[in-house]
């Protein structure tokens, strides 16, 4: 991890243009070169942000994802500014866009077959034992070559073996926590997400993924 003192942040991000902040400054930007630069701010004294700092976090699960051919930002370096308690990735963004800005220019018709295809790769993630708690569809790229990727990493698990149901049925609940990819998912394109989530796990998890919906779901929303 490479250190940095404010003089060369600052030089790092000349001509950058900000894409999120917050109160306490640049939480992502994309750099001159078109770079991104994803920024952590440790925000207690003691914290697991010490001993594993979120970028470098990052970037061992960029890298095992792409070991898993499964496409992730491709990167560059981790950095930290010690005198602002800052750690960062800079990291080459994926091309493409959000599933979810991809999918509000689709027709039903349409949407359902990418929902399908969606399943199957959630079946893909678990099946490959990726446990994404950040998982929601502004999460995830549809690529130029159609395939899907992922962003936003460090918060993330990878063991190698497929997810216990318990850790399944998390997932479901990250992703429905989103009023607009709760409805998409289990209103509109509930059978394509569970179609295509049985073409790649099987039918039994499938059934199991049906069932955990229906408990996470209010009365009358299936």
Request: proline share 5%.
């Amino acid at each position: 991890m490479k250190n940095l003192n404010e003089d060369n942040l600052n030089a790092l991000l000349q001509g950058a243009r900000v894409i999120e902040e917050d109160g306490y400054g640049i939480k992502v930007a994309c750099l001159a070169n078109g770079d991104y630069l994803k920024l952590y701010r440790r925000k207690r004294l003691l914290s697991s942000a010490l001993w594993a700092p979120p970028a470098r976090r990052f970037a061992a699960n960029a890298e095992r994802l792409r070991q898993l051919d499964i496409p992730a930002p491709f990167i560059v370096e981790t950095l930290q500014v010690p005198s602002r308690q800052l750690n960062g990735v800079r990291y080459q963004p994926l091309p493409g866009d959000t599933l979810r800005n991809h999918w509000r220019s689709l027709d039903d018709e349409q949407r359902a077959g990418e929902v399908q295809r969606f399943g199957a790769f959630l079946g893909q993630l678990h099946e490959f034992g990726v446990y994404f708690r950040s998982l929601h569809l502004g999460n995830v790229l549809t690529l130029p070559d159609d395939r899907f990727g992922l962003i936003d990493l460090s918060d993330m698990q990878i063991s190698g073996r497929p997810l216990p149901r318990w850790k399944r049925q998390r997932n479901l609940q990250h992703m429905l926590r989103y009023a607009e990819d709760s409805h998409w998912l289990t209103v509109l394109h509930r059978q394509s997400l569970l179609s295509g989530y049985a073409q790649y796990c099987g039918q039994g998890p499938a059934d199991r993924l049906a069932r955990a919906l229906c408990r996470l779901q209010g009365p009358g929303e299936h």
